[in-house]
């Protein structure tokens, strides 16, 4: 499916999708996550490598916050809405949302994820559903699910804990504090750093050498390391619901049906 804040192209065996709506500082929305649900899930045969970046001076500045408002965001469904319509609707809506985070899993290409700027909440999540990670040295990531009163519920609970260890997972996402792109590789949520001028040579030789490995062995070397991760992705994501379930509907005061 198309989306007017999502930019598709192909370039022989590499996919660039990039966030397009800096005005916003590429704020996500449901029908964003729909796009990249259904993006992850059509990748063609022939494309190897797929790169998520962000138009504009920022990755993503997470969710747009006008879906926090009784009047929503035009065309999308509110949190208000979400909330109003019980637990069962809350959890199915969520779970539709994780779709675009968590589809990249199963996606046969490895996926990169090229942050500059920020990647705030959503856009930190997004980052994580990627395969690896190069960053802007001056980029930044936070987690302020918790400075709303909510959790992060869009996949990304089971990456970071995988990658930075439990306490750390919890100091990040209970602070909502900036992690440095210097923190983040250090710590190994990214896995290269470079300036920000040299960011799309930094990410094309990454790409470049990700290509470079037989075509076979790259495809089976993804999935077989994400199952040595261990964790129950399906039991991640279904408490990533259940949380924020009961979270949105003491914040909404929504009863449900």
Known sequence: ?????????????????????????????????????????????????????????AFSAGIDTGMFTPEG?????SVVEL??????AIQRGIAAYQEGFTAWADCPAVVVAQVHGYAIGAGFQLALAADLRIAALDAWFAMRETSLGLVPDLGGTGP?????????????????RKVSAPEAHAMGLVGALAPAADLEEA??????ALLA?????????????????????????????????????????????
Request: aromatic share 2%; with cysteine.
């Open 1 to 57: 499916m198309t989306h007017p804040h999502l930019l598709v192209e192909t370039d022989g065996p590499v996919r660039t999708l990039t966030l397009d709506h800096p005005e916003k500082r590429n704020a996500q929305t449901p029908s964003l996550w729909a796009a990249l649900a259904d993006e992850a899930r059509s990748v063609p045969e022939d494309v190897r490598v797929v790169v998520l970046r962000g138009a504009g001076d």
């Open 160 to 176: 970071l804990v995988h990658i930075v260890g439990y306490a750390r997972a919890l100091e990040i996402c209970a602070t909502g």
């Open 203 to 208: 990410t094309e030789s990454l790409v470049e």
């Open 83 to 88: 909330a109003g319509g019980g637990a069962e």
């Open 213 to 257: 490995a037989p075509d076979a062995a790259l495809r089976a070397l993804k999935p077989l390391l994400r199952g040595a991760m261990a964790g129950d992705r399906d039991a991640q994501l279904a408490r990533e619901r259940e949380a924020q379930t009961g979270l949105l509907q003491a914040m909404l005061g929504g009863s449900g049906a």
């Open 73 to 77: 965001v035009p065309g999308e469904e």
